[in-house]
């Protein structure tokens, strides 16, 4: 378990709202090295290059997507991708040739 070295060093006036911790604390780990501050948010796992998109989704199927997710470690992304690449993978020739007789 990780121990905290944690210094405060307030100021006198206990109704400052400046009164800040002393910001050369550090936090160590359990052999007294100074640890590297975690970055806040969802750490990336993504390899590659991605893109963000807006869709919208009938409820009924919102609510089955939920459910269906749970195979993927509840994680929802993970399965519209697993899904849209298995359409791919199925049906690419299909839409090439769509796409071929749509624009001639």
Known sequence: MATKNLTLNLKKD?????????ETAQVTDHAG??????KTGRPKIKEGEYKTINISVPVPLLEKMEVAKLKYGNNLTAYVNAVIKADIDAKFDTYLELQTLINS
């Open 14 to 22: 206990p109704h400052s709202t400046s009164a800040k911790p002393d």
């Open 33 to 38: 090295a100074p640890k590297a501050k975690k």
